[in-house]
T-cell receptor, first 115, second 109 residues
Framework: EAGVVQSPRYKIIEKKQPVAFWCNPI?????LYWYLQNLGQGPELLIR????????DSQLPKDRFSAERLKGVDSTLKIQPAELGDSAVYLC?????????????FGPGTRLTVL | GQNIDQPTEMTATEGAIVQINCTYQ??????LFWYQQHAGEAPTFLSY??LDGLEEKGRFSSFLSRSKGYSYLLLKELQMKDSASYLC??????????WGAGTKLIIKP
């Protein structure tokens, strides 16, 4: 069974440029998460989707970050414009959605460097 | 506020046993997770505890005491491939995962 797929794996951009990350969750998983992880820290939740509905986006900096999951399957996270402090690993995770305490399965992440 | 504490770094010897502790203060409790994360890779699920006691899974065991807000991950017969960061995460009353910063485990021959 394929795991969570993310692309690109690495991205280097100049500050003020836009960037987008893509995630395809495990087949059949209804819940999708976007996290940000800085070096030596745990993941920080940005947004959680149940199917196509964003049920928790309280930690998403909405002035520059946006996300969508139009058909309830794959998802895109966008930053526009990027700032130096956005350099981090962006992780996507999915869970079956059968229960609130579902185990989350992570993709390999996108390492973003903003110059 | 919500807080997860775990040691920043630990060192152990190949073949030995190591215990990684995690203490937590969260608004509500709906279970505690341990994840393993190798450098540059995604976190992978190790264990889930929601009731007090010890859960054993091969060389890895996880213990929970809800009254003490405490958990530990026990790794036996350490192998070099166990060198990684170990993340403790607690699910709060809103079913949101609160993550610790992780413990970097270094295994020496």
């Amino acid at each position: 069974e394929a795991g969570v797929v993310q692309s690109p794996r690495y991205k280097i951009i100049e500050k003020k440029q836009p960037v987008a990350f893509w995630c395809n969750p495990i087949s059949g998983h209804n819940t999708l998460y976007w996290y940000l992880q800085n070096l030596g820290q745990g993941p920080e939740l940005l947004i959680r989707y149940e199917n196509e509905e964003a049920v928790d986006d309280s930690q998403l900096p909405k002035d520059r970050f946006s996300a969508e999951r139009l058909k309830g399957v794959d998802s895109t996270l966008k930053i526009q414009p990027a700032e130096l402090g956005d350099s981090a690993v962006y992780l996507c995770a999915s869970s079956p959605g059968a229960g609130d305490t579902d185990t989350q399965y992570f993709g390999p992440g996108t390492r973003l460097t903003v110059l | 506020g919500q807080n997860i504490d775990q040691p920043t770094e630990m060192t152990a010897t190949e073949g030995a046993i190591v215990q990684i502790n995690c203490t937590y203060q969260t608004s509500g409790f709906n279970g505690l997770f341990w994840y393993q994360q190798h450098a540059g890779e995604a976190p992978t699920f190790l264990s889930y505890n929601v009731l007090d006691g010890l859960e054993e899974k091969g060389r890895f065991s996880s213990f929970l005491s809800r009254s003490k807000g405490y958990s530990y991950l026990l790794l036996k017969e350490l192998q070099m491939k166990d060198s990684a960061s170990y993340l403790c995460a607690v699910m709060d009353s809103n079913y949101q995962l609160i993550w610790g910063a992780g413990t970097k485990l270094i295994i020496k021959p």
